[in-house]
């Protein structure tokens, strides 16, 4: 499969889709046991770590003349712009940068963001003085959408956490901001492009669309593949957590992050270089989630764990 699917025709191993995602989820397991510890414990530690910096922005004034209320806007805030940004530090930066903006500069993103080519229809690239105004004000978040932003202001500006990122048109930005909001109770899973791939057992062209922008099995009485992969992810937590103390109490989010920084370590050949590899279809794993050949020195003294 060019991505990842829940088939509706399986094979010998996968009777039923159930079946099939089913062993998916013990091949995440399995990858997620021959990972070292310090991947894992920072998987773990992500969720709660961002948590509490963003606790930290909480009655903070704006350049505005606005204050972060609480920390549903301050999570909402670090998720509205995640999309296009790395999961590490300059996610925790988005909320202290952003709210050194000032209204002329929000005026100047919101221009950006709506302008169209001559089309009048494709969204025109962003303004190159949008561009040089965040390097200058909010360096890390100049990979950030100019869209993202905008829902970020919309936030800051006193707007409702679920009319900003809707659930079922926003499920990635929705369910991180929840999982940074409450890192101790299940929220949900965030699905973004790696995590994705990662299910999928494929790195995939940035160009190709993933199918995760809906998660609509409320409305729709179906689950949506955003909502196939959360399923098998949590799966996974639960069956790692009863195969290896490691795991032991983790929630679903909790593991998607874990595998999250796996597959991280996967792509930059162990923290060696900074940008992965070329995004062709190879895989993270064998078949069955173990090391392939090429990265077997990623997993020197797990064995203990297996």
């Known amino acids: 499969m060019a991505f990842f699917d829940v088939p509706k025709s399986t094979g010998p191993d996968d009777k039923t889709p159930e079946q099939f995602m089913a062993n998916t989820a013990r091949r995440l397991v399995t990858m997620g046991m021959h990972l070292p510890n310090h991947v894992i414990e920072s998987g773990r530690q992500w969720y709660p770590v961002v948590h509490e910096a963003a606790k930290k922005t909480v009655g903070m004034d704006t350049a505005e003349g606005r204050r972060i209320k609480d920390i549903s806007t301050a999570g909402g805030i670090i998720a509205a712009v995640s999309p296009n940004l790395d999961f590490d530090s300059r996610n925790i930066h988005a909320v202290t940068e952003l709210a050194g903006l000032e209204s002329s500069d929000w005026d100047m993103i919101r221009r950006s963001a709506t302008a169209k080519q001559a089309d009048g229809k494709t969204q025109a690239p962003r303004n190159p003085e949008v561009t040089a105004m965040l390097r200058e004000k909010a360096p890390s978040l100049v990979s950030s959408y100019d869209t993202g932003l905008v829902k970020a202001h919309r936030l800051l500006s006193g707007d409702q956490?679920?009319?900003?990122?809707?659930?079922?048109?926003?499920?990635?930005?929705?369910?991180?901001?929840?999982?940074?909001?409450?890192?101790?109770?299940?929220?949900?899973?965030?699905?973004?492009?790696?995590?994705?791939?990662?299910?999928?057992?494929?790195?995939?062209?940035?160009?190709?669309?993933?199918?995760?922008?809906?998660?609509?099995?409320?409305?729709?009485?179906?689950?949506?593949?955003?909502?196939?992969?959360?399923?098998?992810?949590?799966?996974?937590?639960?069956?790692?957590?009863?195969?290896?103390?490691?795991?032991?109490?983790?929630?679903?989010?909790?593991?998607?992050?874990?595998?999250?920084?796996?597959?991280?370590?996967i792509e930059t050949q162990g923290g060696a270089r900074r940008v992965g590899p070329a995004r062709k279809g190879q895989p993270y794993t064998t078949e069955t989630g173990a090391p392939l050949p090429r990265d077997a020195h990623f997993w020197v003294g797990t064995a203990d764990h297996l």
């Open 161 to 265: 956490l679920r009319d900003v990122l809707p659930r079922a048109s926003a499920p990635k930005t929705s369910h991180f901001a929840d999982n940074i909001i409450n890192p101790f109770e299940d929220t949900g899973v965030t699905v973004d492009y790696r995590h994705h791939d990662i299910v999928a057992n494929q790195m995939i062209s940035p160009k190709v669309s993933r199918g995760i922008s809906t998660a609509d099995l409320k409305t729709a009485g179906r689950r949506t593949r955003y909502e196939d992969i959360e399923h098998i992810t949590r799966l996974a937590s639960t069956l790692a957590g009863k195969r290896d103390e490691r795991f032991r109490g983790i929630l679903p989010h909790d593991m998607q992050a874990i595998l999250w920084m796996g597959g991280k370590h």
